[in-house]
């Protein structure tokens, strides 16, 4: 199937997998954690990483971080690939290092994690160590951001809850109990009153719930897609994560904005945004992908309203995927997936079409919050390697709908080179495919400095009395 792996291991148990591997690929190696239940764990990379077996093969999904298929080879060792890489740099292999500590084995359970008392001067909460690829740590009565980790000698856990402070506790894993102090910022010495802390084991977690924001707002709620992003293994992006555009749809009399996050893989979910563009109330919908012939691959699904925008995660059974299908009471409609498209440099992506409606390549926006600058390049393809390149004094115009129908103009950096942010030239003939806002343009960008920065945009630009523009889309920033 993949050239990459041995046969596969028909018979192949969770329990061949559990523990912790060496990871090698063409980059260099990192230690990596098969976690029971279908977690996965990297302290170098985390992310809300799985993996599971299918067929005899393990499917690691790891976020941003990609996609792998892998055999078991050896033994406890694993081989296999990496979905949308480069041939000579999608290898991988694992070697087994070792099984999970007793400690461990105490706070991760069954997988998801456990449940404790925690006793404190100010009284007893609930506290949770969640087995997740980024070791949450919960309170369902506290909320904030906090997370866990053991130290080196292994037999301490260290709790960093953010605005709630930083606690080590000695682990008694045959006790089941941990003891230990608030750890204070410039006090040596914890006071034994004031500091002193313990908890006692309660219950492994069963599909625990998912974890609450933070109390001064949703980020997912406003966002839609979580927007996060990474690179595979210190080799560049693995061209199968972030945010892809589709266009719009409609159905019901009524038009909507569809998104996705990740490539539609066989075997692997896939989350579709949907979000309702202009009036309408319409409800009940329920989606799939489909093949070339229109021919369901995925079971259907209802959505997972956040807001105003639903959220459908589908798992194809098959590898082919070229449509995303909606239905609303007898009516369906669907809208070309673009599969193998995938935005490269942190951004946003989206289909540019031209004044007749077709095609003409693609774009990827990239809104860096800490700055409110913008980055855009247009590509032919999908994968972003074949440059759409126009003239150089060519402006583009992008609209924030959500905000007024505010405006920004992007240009050139320059006319010599038009480097872009790593140094590299883009300026080929006197023209490009990249452009830039403010730059030099004296344009104020403070209002675009936001982390949590959203708006319905639209990217729209003449050249020779041809115009492009894109649907319009979801425009988050890259943080």
């Known amino acids: 199937m993949s050239g990459y792996a041995d046969e596969k291991a028909v018979c192949i148990q969770e329990s061949d997998i559990v523990g912790w591997h060496n990871m090698y690929w063409p980059g260099g190696q990192m230690k990596v954690c098969f976690r029971p239940g279908g977690n996965f764990f990297c302290?170098?990379?985390?992310?809300?990483?799985?993996?599971?077996?299918?067929?005899?093969?393990?499917?690691?999904?790891w976020q941003h971080y990609g996609r792998f298929v892998l055999s078991a080879s050896e033994g406890k060792n694993l081989k296999g690939y990496a979905l949308h890489q480069d041939d000579e740099k999608k290898w991988r292999k694992t070697l087994y290092f070792g099984a999970l500590t007793p400690v461990e084995k105490l706070l991760l359970g069954d997988g998801e994690g456990t449940e404790w008392e925690f006793k404190s001067p100010e009284g007893t909460v609930s506290i949770e160590f969640r087995g997740d690829?980024?070791?949450?740590?919960?309170?369902?009565?506290?909320?904030?951001?906090?997370?866990?980790?053991?130290?080196?000698?292994?037999?301490?856990?260290?709790?960093?809850?953010?605005?709630?402070?930083?606690?080590?506790?000695?682990?008694?894993?045959?006790?089941?109990?941990?003891?230990?102090?608030?750890?204070?910022?410039?006090?040596?010495?914890?006071?034994?009153?004031?500091?002193?802390?313990?908890?006692?084991?309660?219950?492994?977690?069963?599909?625990?719930?998912?974890?609450?924001?933070?109390?001064?707002?949703?980020?997912?709620?406003?966002?839609?897609?979580?927007?996060?992003?990474?690179?595979?293994?210190?080799?560049?992006?693995?061209?199968?994560?972030?945010?892809?555009?589709l266009g719009c749809l409609s159905i019901v009399s009524e038009k909507f904005m569809v998104d996705r996050e990740n490539q539609?893989?066989?075997?692997?979910?896939?989350?579709?945004?949907?979000?309702?563009?202009?009036?309408?109330?319409?409800?009940?919908?329920?989606?799939?992908?489909?093949?070339?012939?229109?021919?369901?691959?995925?079971?259907?699904?209802?959505?997972?309203?956040?807001?105003?925008?639903?959220?459908?995660?589908?798992?194809?059974?098959?590898?082919?995927?070229?449509?995303?299908?909606?239905?609303?009471?007898?009516?369906?409609?669907?809208?070309?997936?673009?599969?193998?498209?995938?935005?490269?440099?942190?951004?946003?992506?989206?289909?540019?079409?031209?004044?007749?409606?077709?095609?003409?390549?693609?774009?990827?926006?990239?809104?860096?919050?800490?700055?409110?600058?913008?980055?855009?390049?247009?590509?032919?393809?999908?994968?972003?390697?074949?440059?759409?390149?126009?003239?150089?004094?060519?402006?583009?115009?992008?609209?924030?709908?959500?905000?007024?129908?505010?405006?920004v103009q992007l240009n050139v950096r320059n006319n010599e080179e038009n480097e872009d942010e790593d140094g590299n030239p883009t300026m080929r003939d006197g023209k490009t495919n990249y452009f830039i806002f403010p730059g030099e343009s004296g344009q104020d960008p403070s209002w675009l400095e936001d982390s949590k920065f959203r708006s319905t945009t639209i990217v729209k630009f003449t050249v020779e009395s041809k115009t492009y523009t894109t649907p319009p889309f979801v425009l988050v920033p890259h943080t």
């Open 133 to 245: 690829g980024e070791n949450h740590f919960v309170c369902p009565t506290k909320r904030g951001e906090g997370h866990w980790s053991i130290n080196k000698k292994g037999k301490t856990v260290i709790i960093d809850w953010g605005k709630h402070g930083k606690y080590e506790l000695d682990v008694d894993v045959k006790k089941k109990t941990l003891d230990g102090y608030h750890i204070r910022e410039g006090v040596e010495d914890p006071d034994e009153d004031k500091d002193a802390r313990e908890a006692v084991f309660k219950r492994n977690l069963v599909k625990p719930e998912a974890i609450a924001p933070e109390e001064d707002g949703d980020d997912d709620g406003e966002n839609g897609h979580g927007h996060s992003h990474g690179v595979g293994h210190g080799e560049g992006h693995d061209h199968g994560g972030g945010i892809v555009s």
């Open 264 to 407: 539609v893989d066989k075997n692997f979910e896939t989350t579709f945004g949907f979000e309702r563009l202009g009036p309408g109330d319409s409800t009940g919908f329920t989606a799939w992908v489909q093949d070339g012939k229109g021919q369901r691959i995925s079971e259907p699904v209802k959505g997972d309203r956040h807001g105003n925008h639903i959220h459908f995660t589908v798992m194809p059974a098959a590898s082919n995927a070229q449509t995303f299908a909606i239905s609303c009471g007898d009516q369906v409609s669907a809208i070309s997936v673009h599969a193998g498209a995938a935005p490269t440099s942190g951004g946003i992506m989206s289909p540019i079409e031209d004044a007749d409606g077709k095609l003409a390549g693609f774009i990827e926006l990239k809104l860096h919050d800490d700055a409110g600058d913008l980055e855009l390049w247009l590509c032919k393809d999908g994968a972003m390697s074949d440059p759409l390149d126009f003239p150089a004094d060519t402006d583009i115009t992008v609209t924030f709908a959500t905000h007024d129908d505010k405006s």
């Open 43 to 61: 302290a170098d990379q985390q992310a809300a990483s799985t993996w599971r077996i299918v067929d005899g093969e393990i499917l690691l999904d």
